[in-house]
């Protein structure tokens, strides 16, 4: 569902992909951005991150282009064979640890090319040793008709956690936003001590937040705004 946390999992995947040299590539499809609302120039761009990530990569996708320099004009079944899997299955083959592409909110890329890009994925990317797609999405019924043609894919419905882990995922995150060091660090003009919210309060704002981590997220964001702060301290100066 919307506000779950998909993008914070995903981005947080990256991260620690990419801190031990594994991040491949990313996407991350909106649809109120014209380059990434559908799959026109998803593999080109995966091309290109991939072509930085490594050089032995880059030299081979760089032959590809000259070979076929119109190969980011195709079809996305032909832009991933030319561009992806004839330049780099070798490559990857005789790799050791894993590359990583992570492709977020697929569910905002245009329903025609969303499943396409789901098949197409689901059926070639296992025949590519050490590439691995970690893809986080919105059940639309597109994308569930789509997953249910190849039951060998690995799924996670975030959904079905159980609400005590989620509350505990939750807590973690506010004592960490709201610590007096978190607090310190991002509104350093307040007097000391650093204001913290009260154990009564971070526990509403558990409850308050159910398993909608945006919840959460928003509500710290919004208490440590520095506008906020600066508009209730001349609230309270008037008053």
């Known amino acids: ?29 909106s649809r109120n951005e ?12 995966l091309a290109y991150q991939l072509a930085l990530y490594d050089e032995e990569f880059a030299s081979q996708i760089t032959a590809a282009l000259e070979l076929h320099p119109d190969a980011a004009d195709r079809n996305i079944r032909s832009q991933f064979t030319k561009l992806i899997a004839e330049p780099l299955q070798d490559l990857l083959s005789a790799r050791r640890k894993p590359v990583l592409v992570v492709i977020d909110a697929l569910d905002e890329c245009e329903s025609h090319d969303a499943t396409g890009l789901l098949i197409l994925l689901a059926a070639e990317v296992h025949k590519m040793p050490r590439l691995k797609v970690f893809i986080t999405t919105r059940p639309e019924r ?52 650093p204001w913290q919210p009260a154990e009564a309060q971070k526990k509403m704002l558990v409850g308050m937040s159910g398993k909608l981590f945006i919840v959460a997220s928003t509500t710290a964001r919004f208490i440590l705004d520095e506008k906020t702060v600066i508009s ?8």
């Open 1 to 29: 569902m919307a506000g779950i946390g998909k993008s914070t999992i995903s981005q947080t995947v990256a991260e620690r992909a990419a801190e031990v040299n594994c991040l491949g590539a990313s996407f991350f499809f």
């Open 34 to 45: 014209e380059r990434r609302k559908s799959a026109k120039s998803f593999f080109s761009t």
């Open 142 to 193: 597109h994308i569930r008709n789509a997953l249910a043609r190849n039951q060998s894919l690995e799924r996670f419905h975030l959904q079905d956690i159980e609400d005590s882990v989620v509350e505990a995922d939750i807590r973690l995150y506010l004592d960490f936003r709201l610590s007096a060091e978190q607090v310190k660090e991002t509104l350093p003009e307040l007097r000391p001590p």
């Open 232 to 239: 209730s301290e001349t609230a309270g100066n008037s008053t």
